[in-house]
């Protein structure tokens, strides 16, 4: 198949190729003090420059979904979406899956929080080829302390069915994943997930 290769054909069809990119920094950071999470900084840079970082060479298309400090985020030079405050990451998702589809920048989007940072570089690849071998709607990541179900490869066209699973007041990611077809993707380690501050200093001790 011709997007085993994507490096050897043209641009735009080496962007469709690819799966779309969409980073989850819309969160409260309610365990942080209510403080944007993405401009955290770890080992010089902020959260959300890590993952951005780590995510653009993988996708052929990516944006970030926030709800403040939305001009310091379009200055990375990523689409910025905005999106329903306090309807949890899926609320995010969603904006992200529209907009993919928007631009027509692929069949499946490959999602990450701004606090996951040490996405490997790989990533993208291995999720799309277990994808294809499993014909799943949405891949999930799994490491060796548990599930992590928004970093995911999710397909697109599940959007409407996600905007209606909200609409319906079911914040539940987990939830609406198992409404689908569903396979995890196994990371041997752990990921470097910073969900609060004590997880912070820790990592940076």
Same mark, same amino acid.
């Given at each position: 198949?011709?997007?085993?290769?994507?490096?050897?054909?043209?641009?735009?069809?080496?962007?469709?190729?690819?799966?779309?990119?969409? !980073?989850?920094?819309?969160?409260?950071?309610?365990?942080?003090?209510? =403080? $944007?999470?993405?401009?955290?900084?770890?080992?010089?840079?902020?959260?959300?420059?890590?993952?951005?970082?780590?995510?653009?060479?993988?996708?052929?298309?990516?944006? !970030?979904?926030?709800?403040?400090? %939305?001009? /310091?985020? /379009? @200055?990375?030079?990523?689409?910025?979406?905005?999106?329903? !405050?306090?309807?949890?990451? %899926?609320?995010? %998702?969603?904006?992200?899956?529209?907009?993919?589809?928007?631009?027509?920048?692929?069949?499946?989007?490959?999602?990450?929080?701004? $606090?996951?940072?040490?996405?490997?570089?790989?990533?993208?690849?291995?999720?799309?080829?277990?994808?294809?071998?499993?014909?799943?709607? !949405?891949? =999930?990541?799994?490491?060796?302390?548990?599930?992590?179900? =928004?970093?995911?490869?999710?397909?697109?066209?599940?959007? /409407?069915?996600?905007?209606?699973?909200?609409? @319906?007041?079911?914040?539940?990611?987990?939830?609406?994943?198992?409404?689908?077809?569903?396979?995890?993707?196994?990371?041997?380690?752990?990921?470097?997930?910073?969900?609060?501050?004590?997880?912070?200093? /820790?990592?940076?001790?």
């Amino acid at each position: 198949m011709q997007s085993t290769h994507p490096l050897t054909i043209t641009d735009d069809r080496r962007r469709r190729a690819l799966p779309a990119g969409g !980073i989850l920094a819309g969160g409260e950071g309610r365990r942080f003090g209510g =403080v $944007d999470k993405g401009w955290l900084r770890y080992d010089g840079s902020a959260f959300v420059e890590r993952v951005a970082a780590a995510l653009a060479p993988q996708v052929g298309w990516l944006a !970030i979904s926030a709800n403040r400090n %939305l001009a /310091a985020y /379009a @200055a990375l030079g990523y689409p910025v979406l905005t999106d329903r !405050i306090g309807a949890g990451p %899926l609320a995010g %998702l969603l904006r992200l899956l529209e907009a993919a589809l928007a631009a027509d920048s692929g069949e499946f989007l490959l999602s990450a929080p701004c $606090d996951a940072l040490n996405l490997p570089a790989d990533l993208g690849l291995r999720m799309v080829e277990l994808q294809r071998q499993s014909g799943a709607d !949405i891949v =999930v990541l799994a490491d060796d302390a548990g599930l992590h179900p =928004v970093v995911s490869l999710t397909r697109c066209t599940l959007a /409407a069915d996600l905007a209606r699973h909200l609409q @319906a007041g079911d914040y539940s990611v987990q939830r609406w994943q198992q409404r689908h077809r569903r396979v995890v993707a196994q990371l041997g380690g752990r990921l470097l997930n910073i969900n609060d501050a004590s997880a912070l200093e /820790a990592a940076d001790a």
